[in-house]
T-cell receptor, first 111, second 113 residues
Framework: SQTIHQWPATLVQPVGSPLSLECTVEGTSNPNLYWYRQAAGRGLQLLFYSVGIGQISSEVPQNLSASRPQDRQFILSSKKLLLSDSGFYLC??????????FGSGTRLTVV | DQQVKQNSPSLSVQEGRISILNCDYTNSMFDYFLWYKKYPAEGPTFLISISSIKDKNEDGRFTVFLNKSAKHLSLHIVPSQPGDSAVYFCAAIKIQGAQKLVFGQGTRLTINP
């Protein structure tokens, strides 16, 4: 079975500062990788997904970007954080064979 | 365009009774559906899934039903336990093609003793 490592667990960042969240996957190869955000009291919003190295699809125009430099590494970044970027960020890895598994999430608070 | 909808934001059920969580979808091309359970400040955990070629899948206390003609799926939990109190998300995906996993808004289930 696959294991999703996501860090950090919590993060408090000032407005205008950069962001880098990392997700790595073990136990599978060539997974589909996704970044979701759950804002307070809301559902899961798909931000980016990737079906392979260097292949990124963006779902929502925003202040964030994603990269997949290696098969099992997915990075969420921002050059300048906004207050509206606060939320709970989740990495999801999956495919038909291994199923779809979430990481433990990162609670980002922009102050 | 909300392709996957959970129209009940919350549900309250007595311990020991059946909990039924509902989910509707609009895209007939979805061919795989999943249910996740989420506690506060944690990542969602996978509960159960169903392929579009089936109409029922059962795993212990959890059963998922799929009605393709109605584009509706439901999760049944029997019997409901206090530890089942959480937010439940349904999700759908079209395995061939873009493979985006689309989630509903979630339903908060509260099991009362």
């Amino acid at each position: 079975s696959q294991t999703i490592h996501q860090w950090p667990a919590t993060l408090v960042q000032p407005v205008g500062s950069p962001l880098s969240l990392e997700c790595t996957v073990e136990g599978t190869s060539n997974p589909n990788l996704y970044w979701y955000r759950q804002a307070a009291g809301r559902g899961l919003q798909l931000l980016f997904y990737s079906v392979g190295i260097g292949q990124i699809s963006s779902e929502v125009p925003q202040n964030l970007s994603a990269s997949r430099p290696q098969d099992r590494q997915f990075i969420l970044s921002s050059k300048k954080l906004l207050l509206s970027d606060s939320g709970f960020y989740l990495c999801l890895s999956g495919g038909k064979i291994y199923g779809y598994t979430f990481g433990s999430g990162t609670r980002l608070t922009v102050v | 365009d909300q392709q996957v909808k959970q129209n009940s934001p919350s549900l309250s059920v007595q311990e020991g009774r059946i909990s039924i969580l509902n989910c509707d979808y609009t895209n007939s091309m979805f061919d795989y559906f999943l249910w996740y359970k989420k506690y506060p400040a944690e990542g969602p955990t996978f509960l159960i899934s169903i392929s579009s070629i089936k109409d029922k899948n059962e795993d212990g206390r959890f059963t998922v039903f799929l009605n393709k003609s109605a584009k509706h799926l439901s999760l049944h939990i029997v019997p409901s336990q206090p530890g089942d109190s959480a937010v439940y998300f349904c999700a759908a995906i079209k395995i061939q093609g873009a493979q985006k996993l689309v989630f509903g808004q979630g339903t908060r289930l509260t099991i009362n003793p």
